[in-house]
């Protein structure tokens, strides 16, 4: 009893201390330990397994045992999370960044935004010309729209002609205004929009605008419904972003970028939080049909911060760098090359070029608006109540399994694993694909000790581990020497070095164990 429970309080240091390479080398004893579930090495395990007749069906009762495993689950490495650091270090206090002030030039498309976020919903739709965003025609309220008994389609076709409709009458008014009509002649509508132009001294200006009408649906209740789901991220996200030498306050991009909705997918292509097209994702993170980190908010936040930086290092300034997320480098380079000025306001305010269009000259105002409504969302929207911060462990799969085997260990839901690991997709969640040992995985808070018994529990019912723990000046040599084995064998089932003092190191058996889920 006294040698189980001291192989139980060794395993589960291991696990708690971070000692991640001591299981490791278990992925060496996987035919012994799971002989159902991986029945090739390590090396090999991007081939598909062979699938026997029975399928599995998890237990009803989730803190019992699975009663047989269905099917030997395909393995794929591309499963294993990239090496983007996950780690967070701890929380930092500090100041906002002051290359976050409004400048006065772009104090007019500022508060545009303001409003968007913050005083229409998605109820109503503001027609504005795009190049001075203090133009604003006019605002439609389809509130009594949203109410009707009728599809979404329907409501879809109406809102959008009367949209359609009401450009098409602001351009009627700018056509009558063009004619240069005298005072007198003029409609109430005319006067009203004839006042807005009060002050924009250029040849044509009523001609011209009738090419900049757009319209913007507000984002009120959008962004609300993101303020409350920023709690679960928005520690971790600052702390993440100080980490790569990203000034915190830039987090709140994500805002601007998804409205903090973690399943974001545009037309385009870009999905997750971070809105990362798939091109550009694979550069810092995994992206394919059984991995998409995009969807894993703490991934993507990394590979956010990685290309931001990215971004400051080539532009020179955090405004360009913010710009350039998306914008891409190259506009804002050819923008400073031709203005001479790295100033972010005279580049929205002058440069138009190439695709630097509306979004563009748009998403750095739209992230100073975020950043203020974010930081004073009391004066906007009263009391909010925020979600709680996402809470987990870490824990380095000892051994490829799938997710219910790993739902069993820690006791806990599928529900809530994929929850806590959204960058794994439908696949790996229905049991069609294993996740190799050495993946690391997040678990709920506190269960990662649970997790460490059950797997001993599973492994020593045919022959218990023998585990040695690392004394100080011990090398593989001597170690070796002690169990009359090999120092190779020692090394190759704990993947060599560092040999650490207090290192808990497996030692391999020479006999075959069997583990069945019974």
């Known amino acids: 009893m006294r040698r189980r429970q001291l192989q139980l309080i060794l395993l589960i240091f291991s696990l708690g201390a971070g000692l991640h390479l001591a299981f490791r080398g278990l992925a060496g ?54 090496g983007t650091p996950v780690v967070l270090p701890s929380l930092q206090e500090g100041g906002l960044h002051t290359s976050f002030e409004i400048p006065p030039a772009l104090e007019s498309p500022v508060d545009f935004w303001k409003k968007i976020y913050a005083v229409y919903d998605t109820k109503h739709v503001v027609i504005h010309d795009t190049d001075f965003l203090n133009i604003r025609y006019s605002v439609l309220d389809f509130t009594d729209l949203s109410q009707r008994n009728i599809s979404e389609v329907e409501k879809k076709s109406i809102r959008d002609a009367r949209v359609n409709e009401e450009i098409d009458r602001i351009k009627n008014i700018l056509f009558e205004l063009s004619g240069s009509p005298s005072e007198i002649s003029l409609s109430p509508q005319a006067k009203r929009i004839s006042q807005l132009f009060e002050g924009i001294d250029e040849p044509d200006k009523y001609k011209k605008a009738m090419d900049r009408i757009r319209s913007q649906t507000g984002l009120r209740d959008r962004f609300l419904e993101g303020l409350e789901r920023s709690g679960r991220y928005m520690p971790l996200f600052e702390s993440i972003f100080q980490s790569h030498g990203v ?24 999905a997750g939080l971070w809105q990362f097209m798939p091109s550009s994702a694979r550069r810092y993170m995994n ?14 936040t990394h590979g ?11 532009l020179g300034t955090w405004p360009l760098a913010i710009n350039a997320y998306n914008s891409g480098a190259g506009n804002l380079l050819k923008a400073i090359s031709k203005l001479g000025t790295r100033d972010i306001a005279t580049i929205i305010t002058h440069y138009r070029d190439g695709s630097y269009a509306f979004a563009s000259r748009n998403f750095y105002p739209s992230f100073l608006a975020a950043l203020d409504i ?3 969302y009391e004066r906007y929207f009263g009391r909010v109540m925020r979600e709680p911060l ?45 996740i190799p040992a050495g993946s690391q995985i997040r678990i709920p808070r506190g269960v990662r000790a649970l997790f460490a018994s059950r797997f ?63």
């Open 29 to 82: 004893e996987l035919p012994r330990i799971f002989p159902r579930l991986a029945t090739v090495s390590a090396s090999a395990i991007t081939q598909p397994l062979p699938l026997p007749e029975k399928v599995f069906t998890p237990s009803p009762n989730e803190n019992s045992s699975p009663k047989a495993i269905t099917r030997t689950l395909r393995v794929s490495k591309k499963l294993i999370p990239s």
């Open 374 to 376: 974010y930081e004073n």
């Open 247 to 270: 000034p915190r306050e830039i987090s709140r991009l994500a805002f601007v970028e998804s409205l903090f909705k973690e399943t974001a997918y545009s037309k385009a292509g870009a």
């Open 390 to 434: 996402l809470q987990f462990d870490f824990v380095q799969l000892p051994a490829t399994m799938g997710f219910e085997e790993v739902a069993y260990l820690s006791s806990t839901s599928l529900k809530d694993l994929k929850e806590l690991n959204p960058a794994f997709t439908p696949d790996a969640f229905e049991g069609n694909y294993a």
């Open 304 to 314: 956010a911060a990685r290309l931001l930086l990215r971004n400051y290092e080539t």
């Open 456 to 518: 001993i529990d599973f492994y020593s019912e045919t022959e218990s581990p023998q585990l040695h723990v690392v004394e100080a000046n011990e090398t593989f040599q001597t170690i070796a020497k002690k169990y009359d084995l090999s120092p190779h064998d020692i090394q190759k089932a704990n993947n060599a070095p560092p040999l650490n003092d207090g290192r808990v190191l497996l030692i391999p058996k020479t006999t075959n164990m069997v583990r069945n889920f019974q």
């Open 287 to 300: 992206v394919d049909h059984l991995l998409d980190e995009r969807y894993d908010p703490l991934v993507a």
